[in-house]
């Protein structure tokens, strides 16, 4: 398959579900966290997709992958805000299963992207 566009990269069509997924799992939380929790987690969430689109974008393969380790620290806040969304008892590791199985298969394509384009 030929990629003409982020839009084609698989990680980015992934993580783009991710942000479906942690907005309607926040939508959960108690309003009180709107500006707390729920913002910090849908940053970092949005955050993953944007930096994939503007690395993608940039033209050169050293600033694709600074945007793509961009997204990597991403997602490594989002993990780390869905583990304390349990801890809170917002969600159940039930509830939240679909969002962490995104984050984790998003993530592993980073790396191996990343560890490419070092190589390389």
């Given at each position: 398959m030929?990629?003409?566009?982020?839009k084609?990269l698989l990680?980015?069509q992934?993580?783009?579900e991710?942000?479906?997924?942690?907005?309607?799992l926040?939508?959960r939380f108690?309003?009180?966290?709107?500006y707390?929790?729920?913002s910090?987690?849908r940053?970092a969430a949005?955050?993953?997709p944007?930096?994939i689109a503007?690395g993608?974008?940039?033209g050169?393969?050293?600033e694709?992958?600074?945007?793509?380790l961009?997204?990597?620290?991403?997602?490594?806040?989002l993990?780390?805000?869905?583990?304390?969304s349990?801890?809170?008892?917002?969600?159940?590791?039930?509830q939240?299963s679909k969002?962490?199985g995104l984050?984790?298969?998003?993530?592993k394509m980073l790396?191996?992207?990343a560890?490419?384009?070092r190589?390389?």
């Amino acid at each position: 398959m030929v990629i003409h566009s982020y839009k084609d990269l698989l990680v980015w069509q992934r993580s783009i579900e991710l942000v479906v997924e942690i907005y309607n799992l926040t939508d959960r939380f108690p309003k009180v966290e709107v500006y707390g929790l729920i913002s910090q987690m849908r940053r970092a969430a949005v955050s993953i997709p944007s930096n994939i689109a503007e690395g993608r974008l940039r033209g050169h393969r050293k600033e694709y992958l600074h945007f793509l380790l961009n997204a990597y620290g991403s997602g490594g806040e989002l993990e780390t805000q869905l583990e304390i969304s349990k801890k809170l008892h917002f969600v159940t590791s039930i509830q939240s299963s679909k969002a962490e199985g995104l984050l984790v298969e998003v993530m592993k394509m980073l790396n191996a992207i990343a560890n490419k384009l070092r190589v390389s």
